[in-house]
């Protein structure tokens, strides 16, 4: 069932609700363009205009400017009943009047399909999600789990050339939470659905797309693979907003070239890989992840900072170092117990520059996490 | 997400949907009472309108009216709390038994009520005579109050049960966890969060009270108000500018209140929306409290019984405080004569509204809630004004707008609708008045309950490709199914119970069962008056059942419509 068109493009975007005084810009100029197949993801904070891009692709809002396409046909003068788009919602938005076959077949019967064919092809993608046993349940009889699976039966059923996904997953329990990204993840392959995915959760966003587009303020701050956007983040929010950072104070840029520099924090100076505005930027930050830092004792009175606090998880320790820098937080995974550096003492820490990446500074430093 | 702003495109079938429904409210209200406001300021009406300033008398009967609508909210709601909080706060044998008596009155015809009083508190009344053997007190102000209030509790009964019962058990457990006392829990939390509910039920009281036209001409003795006057002025001193005029006056304390009202029941959606309720109501236990209440409550039903017996018997005595043997002999009167076509009359032209204006209702509340973003507000009001203006302000409208064909620029666009010698006996003006009046009840029930389903259901409709005509027939529409058959039920007890707009518009070609109880009971033929009210009251139970029936049964899928929660 591989489907070769879905290729959606967005361009110049502009989305405003209100008029005059209460004129509220949602989506600035959003340009995004999505090829078949691929899972894109829109990833931001509440408010950032990320739910307004989705409902306007499917319909129910009107861009204020810009065009919507989809292969290469215009979408604007068609109402949501008239785009080929299937839709899963937050509150999976099921017919509580209707049984889980009623619900996954509602689609099927307002395209008129005969009833033979209704039966084998909500059978298929109910087997196909393990629903065939709850065939006859209410909605309300199913826990969120199979309810989430009956709203995604139902808008795949009728073989959509556009998935979209508004925050499907944030009403459930964090073990389901990851049962179903990796369900949706493989379904969405075996049929080469495009899709998009709206969500404010960095975990979901990693480990579902192909692309991810992290939005802010109604703009879009970077869009890449899940690899870029958490080793290569554009910008101090991306950074933060994707994982957790420490930034450190550069010194000064000592010398730079084409996609390195060489800087000096804390007097030592090294070779890392940097953002192209970076090295020109008046106050450049190094980015380093909590995971690349290794911690170890203080001694001889070589110390960078004291140990504030520390939380064992078993698998990894968590130090919180109180430093010149602020705090930095350093994340060591398979700790052995006894070497841990306890609270109160003073530490040293390490990280290889491969590991570091240099940005540019907007101004101030976000809050730490 | 927070931005959760319906459809920005309109589809064709909401677009014509939207034009049809506020052509038919203009002529159903707007045209009207623009009519009875053109007509008040013509001479005999202006000297009227001069007169609440200079004259005593004419300022007497607006104080009469204002003061009555007072009392009779005030007595109403405290009447609908006490029977709404035993209801849910108390266990008790009986609760069902209790809550159909609380129920009982919307289904009279107000005026029975009056009559049963008389004849038991009044003139040498059953029981004012007969085991007091005192002067009758129940002319005027307080029999005014005590009918009115008995007549329309049930209306503040239902709407704070409603608060009640979605109030969150949780905030009273947080507040009895803090260490406050049952009583102090009941001060300082239940009844602030109620506040916006009862001001809401003294206002729709208030409106109800002074609209009123046919108790007062009952039982309001020298106690005469703005309603009883105006339809004095016209039918009596054949003044149609002056009841126009007495009808403009009485649209400014109702329309005022309506205003009001509609802001407090906006805070109380406000204050009342508590999601899920979770834990245990925290009944009340105390011995002294419970019988206390339970005493109360229970006295208020069994004056409603009485009242009610009292119509009922009073229907098969042979004459009443004379003869008390049983007979049949009222309502062979009532069948021998008009009484029979008035029957046959009213069922078939409020049969032919009920569905009318329950479709009406429904389609306006989808409309406002779920496709006008701004203008849902003032079509909300456009639509609710059918219930808010007094009967006698629309009565007195459709008498001057439809008893002559209505023309632009001499083509003929609605024939003559009303009166004697209109088309089918002017009984398509007596059925579009039944349509305004009830409506609005659908119209708020509909609203009511698309609220509280998520908007995305529609948007999930929409999404697979149904267009919103379809999305309204298969989704929302089965969706308030039980607000749709609610609506349709009161519909059609309204439309059989109704007086006061339809004395001014019915012919002899269509004899309306109310307008002939109020002849008989102002010529003081109680038996016959309560013939009718026995034969009235039947006939809405017998058909609120069957309407019942036939919509469980033509619409059961057998999934009864939940609610639907986005957590």
């Known amino acids: ?369 | 997400m927070a931005i959760r702003s319906q459809s920005a495109k309109l589809d064709v079938f909401t677009k014509i949907a939207i034009f049809v429904l506020v052509l038919i409210l203009s002529v159903l209200i707007l045209i009207p009472v623009g009519n009875v406001l053109y007509k008040s300021f013509q001479p005999g009406g202006i000297d009227v309108l001069r007169d609440v300033v200079e004259n005593d008398y004419t300022r007497q009967i607006v104080l009469n009216t204002i003061w009555l609508g007072t009392s009779v909210g005030a007595v109403g709601t405290l009447v609908g709390f006490l029977l709404a909080y035993v209801q849910v706060r108390v266990s008790f044998r009986g609760k069902k038994l209790l809550h159909v008596l609380s129920l009982l009155p919307l289904v009279s015809p107000p005026f029975a009520f009056a009559t049963a009083v008389i004849v038991l508190f009044g003139r040498s009344g059953i029981i004012s005579n007969g085991v007091f053997n005192k002067e009758p007190m129940i002319y005027g102000y307080k029999g005014l109050v005590l009918v009115l209030a008995t007549s329309y509790f049930p209306v503040a009964y239902m709407n704070l049960l409603g608060m009640l019962r979605s109030l969150d058990p949780a905030v009273d457990e947080a507040a009895r966890s803090l260490g406050a006392s049952k009583f102090k829990i009941f001060r300082t939390v239940t009844l602030p969060l109620l506040i916006p509910g009862l001001g809401a039920s003294f206002l729709l009281l208030f409106v109800e009270a002074i609209a009123d036209l046919a108790n007062p001409l009952v039982i309001g003795g020298d106690y005469t108000v703005l309603a009883s006057r105006a339809y004095v002025a016209i039918s009596g001193e054949y003044n149609v500018p002056g009841g126009a005029a007495y009808s403009t006056i009485l649209l400014v304390p109702a329309l005022m209140v309506f205003i009001i009202q509609r802001y407090w029941s906006q805070r109380a959606d406000v204050v009342t929306v508590t999601g899920k309720p979770s834990g245990q109501v925290d009944m009340i236990k105390t011995p002294l409290a419970k019988y206390s209440l339970l005493t109360l409550a229970w006295s208020i039903a069994a004056f409603v019984v009485l009242v009610y017996s009292m119509v009922i018997l009073g229907a098969f005595f042979k004459v009443l405080k004379v003869d008390y043997s049983l007979t049949l002999d009222n309502f062979r009167y009532i069948f021998s004569g008009v009484g029979n076509d008035a029957v046959l009359m009213t069922t078939m032209l409020a049969l032919i509204a009920t569905p009318i204006a329950g479709f009406f209702g429904m389609m306006l509340a989808w409309v406002i809630v779920r496709k006008i973003k701004r203008g849902g507000q003032a079509l909300d009001f456009f639509g609710m004004l059918g219930l808010a203006l007094p009967g006698t302000v629309l009565g007195i409208g459709y008498a001057f707008t439809f008893n002559s064909p209505i023309q632009v620029f001499g083509i003929t666009i609605l024939p003559q609708l009303a009166g004697g010698g209109a088309i089918l006996g002017g009984a398509v003006a007596i059925v579009m008045v039944y349509v305004i009046r009830s409506s609005p009840a659908g119209q708020r029930s509909g609203i009511a309950n698309l609220q509280q389903i998520d908007p995305a259901i529609d948007e999930a409709s929409a999404s697979l490709g149904a267009s919103g005509g379809r999305t309204f027939r298969k989704i929302s529409l089965p969706l308030i199914r039980g607000a749709f058959l609610t609506g349709l039920m009161f519909a059609f007890a309204r439309s059989m119970t109704t007086l006061s707009p339809i004395i001014f518009i019915t012919t002899p070609d269509t004899p309306i069962l109310t307008s002939l109880i109020l002849a008989e009971a102002d010529t003081v033929r109680y038996g016959y008056a309560f013939a009718f009210c026995t034969l009235l009251i039947g006939i809405v139970l017998i058909t609120m059942g069957l309407i019942n029936l036939i919509v469980r049964k033509t619409q059961g899928t057998g999934y009864r419509p939940i609610t639907v929660s986005a957590g």
């Open chain 1, 1 to 369: 069932m591989s489907n070769q068109s879905g290729n959606l493009k967005l361009t110049n975007i502009t989305k405003i609700f209100g008029n005059g005084a209460d004129k509220v810009t949602a989506v600035d100029n959003f340009n995004l363009t999505i090829n078949p197949g691929e899972f894109v993801t829109l990833l931001g904070p509440s408010g950032c205009g990320k739910t307004t891009t989705l409902r306007m692709i499917a319909g129910f809002e009107t861009p204020t400017e810009g065009d919507i396409t989809l292969d290469g046909k215009d979408l604007k003068n068609l109402t949501p009943d008239k785009r080929p788009m299937g839709m899963v919602f937050q509150s999976y938005a099921l017919f509580p009047h209707m049984s889980v076959f009623e619900n996954v077949a509602y689609g099927l019967r307002v395209q008129h399909a005969s009833k033979q064919e209704i039966e084998t092809r909500v059978a298929e993608v109910l087997e196909k999600m393990s629903l065939s046993h709850l065939a006859q349940r209410a909605p309300n009889q199913l826990s969120g789990g199979q309810q989430q699976r009956v709203a995604l039966a139902r808008a795949m059923v009728v073989q959509p050339k556009v998935l979209l996904f508004d925050e499907p997953l944030s009403n459930l329990d964090a073990k389901l939470r990851a049962q179903m990204r990796v369900e949706i993840r493989k379904i969405q392959q075996s049929l080469g659905i495009t899709s998009v995915f709206v969500t404010h959760d960095q975990d979901e966003a990693m480990s579902l797309s192909d692309r991810i587009v992290v939005m802010r303020n109604a703009v879009v701050e970077q869009s890449g693979t899940p690899d870029e956007i958490y080793r290569r983040p554009n910008s101090v929010f991306v950074a933060d907003f994707i994982g957790r950072s420490n930034f450190f104070k550069v010194d000064k840029v000592e010398s730079k070239s084409k996609g390195n520099a060489k800087v000096s924090v804390n007097g030592e100076s090294m070779e890392v890989s940097a953002h192209p505005n970076a090295a020109s930027s008046p106050n450049p930050v190094l980015l380093v992840r909590p995971e690349s830092i290794a911690v170890k004792p203080a001694k001889s009175g070589k110390s960078h900072g004291t140990v504030t606090n520390i939380v064992f998880y078993g698998n990894h320790v968590e130090y919180s170092i109180s430093t010149s820098h602020g705090e930095v937080t350093a994340i060591e995974s398979d700790p052995i117990y006894d070497e841990i550096v306890q609270p109160g003492n003073g530490a040293t820490f390490e990280f290889h520059p491969s590991r570091a990446w240099l940005l540019p500074n907007e101004g101030k430093i976000v809050h730490e996490e």
